[in-house]
């Protein structure tokens, strides 16, 4: 179908998302972000906070997803990265974000809250706090059920890139509680593993919910690997490695490495990194 507005529908996509996941897992509460589509190696998406500013001084977080993965990945895996960002977003306004995008148990605990858990290896007995964190679907929590009545509303992304990143053909899986695994059929719906591989891999496996592209010939596939790719989730580090830091106090600013434990000698404040 041809769009006569590409930038538009594209973008109303993600708005439409967002609006969606704020109202069915976050009870309306999250500000407006701005949408941007990044290209970063490896990283699905990534929140930076305050990074935008109106005319009336106002500061408002951006949200990045990257494209590459629309085309190849499934819509639920797209959603994962979404939401998992939102959590962020979330923290930024009503909680106390980890230093150096590190993802705290407040963070995991709201990400618990809503259906999907923190996990450093994707699975159940990873790490559930860190810097690099992925994350599993619950099953029957928030997050899956929203996921189920978004398929069942037809949503699809409008447009693809034509040079996506592969993704192996291996089903969709979450779990529950106990950490028994789950396959997930075409509309989401969880079935235990161990007693419908077969019928899950034959006709309900992850492949049938990906939003297929076929170019023309077959130069037109990008030769990138097949992989499952660990998403990044943090604000872009600063290219010269240095950030600004402010008094508490005086508002007094200086330039350093991040990290550093800075006090003002002027009025006896912490420096804290300026985000």
Same mark, same amino acid.
Request: hydrophobic share 30%; charged share 25%.
């Given at each position: 179908?041809?769009?006569?507005?590409?930038?538009?529908?594209?973008?109303?996509?993600?708005?439409?998302?967002?609006?969606?996941?704020?109202?069915?897992?976050?009870?309306?509460?999250?500000?407006?972000?701005?949408?941007?589509?990044?290209?970063?190696?490896?990283?699905?998406?990534?929140?930076?906070?305050?990074?935008?500013?109106?005319?009336?001084?106002?500061?408002?977080?951006?949200?990045?997803? #990257?494209?590459?993965?629309?085309?190849?990945?499934?819509?639920?895996?797209?959603?994962?990265?979404?939401?998992?960002?939102?959590?962020?977003?979330?923290?930024?306004?009503?909680?106390?974000?980890?230093?150096?995008?590190?993802?705290?148990?407040?963070?995991?605990?709201?990400?618990?809250?809503?259906?999907?858990?923190?996990?450093?290896?994707?699975?159940?007995?990873?790490?559930?706090?860190?810097?690099?964190?992925?994350?599993?679907?619950?099953?029957?929590?928030?997050?899956?059920?929203?996921?189920?009545?978004?398929?069942?509303?037809?949503?699809?992304?409008?447009?693809?890139?034509?040079?996506?990143?592969?993704?192996?053909?291996?089903?969709?899986?979450?779990?529950?509680?106990?950490?028994?695994?789950?396959?997930?059929?075409?509309?989401?719906?969880?079935?235990?593993?161990?007693?419908?591989?077969?019928?899950?891999?034959?006709?309900?496996?992850?492949?049938?919910?990906?939003?297929?592209?076929?170019?023309? #010939?077959?130069?037109?596939?990008?030769?990138?690997?097949?992989?499952?790719?660990?998403?990044?989730?943090?604000?872009?580090?600063?290219?010269?490695?240095?950030?600004?830091?402010?008094?508490?106090?005086?508002?007094?600013?200086?330039?350093?490495?991040?990290?550093? #434990?800075?006090?003002?000698?002027?009025?006896?404040?912490?420096?804290?990194?300026?985000?």
């Amino acid at each position: 179908m041809t769009t006569l507005s590409p930038t538009s529908d594209t973008y109303s996509a993600l708005l439409y998302t967002y609006d969606y996941f704020n109202k069915t897992l976050f009870d309306s509460e999250l500000p407006a972000v701005v949408f941007t589509y990044h290209r970063q190696n490896r990283v699905m998406g990534y929140a930076s906070f305050k990074r935008w500013v109106s005319d009336k001084e106002e500061l408002i977080d951006e949200l990045a997803i #990257n494209p590459e993965y629309f085309a190849k990945y499934p819509l639920i895996e797209i959603c994962q990265t979404l939401v998992h960002e939102m959590v962020h977003i979330w923290q930024s306004k009503f909680g106390t974000p980890g230093r150096r995008g590190y993802h705290n148990k407040e963070w995991g605990n709201k990400m618990k809250s809503i259906g999907l858990i923190p996990s450093s290896t994707g699975k159940p007995g990873g790490d559930e706090t860190g810097e690099q964190m992925m994350d599993y679907v619950l099953v029957n929590g928030p997050f899956i059920s929203a996921c189920q009545s978004l398929i069942k509303l037809g949503f699809k992304f409008p447009l693809l890139d034509r040079y996506p990143i592969f993704r192996e053909e291996t089903p969709i899986l979450a779990y529950n509680e106990d950490g028994e695994k789950f396959t997930l059929r075409k509309d989401f719906v969880p079935m235990l593993a161990k007693q419908e591989k077969m019928e899950a891999m034959r006709s309900d496996s992850s492949e049938v919910q990906v939003q297929n592209i076929e170019p023309k #010939n077959d130069s037109d596939y990008s030769q990138f690997q097949s992989f499952q790719p660990s998403p990044q989730t943090t604000k872009p580090r600063p290219k010269s490695g240095r950030v600004r830091y402010i008094c508490s106090g005086c508002q007094s600013l200086l330039w350093a490495k991040s990290g550093l #434990n800075i006090g003002c000698l002027d009025c006896n404040k912490k420096f804290r990194e300026d985000e």
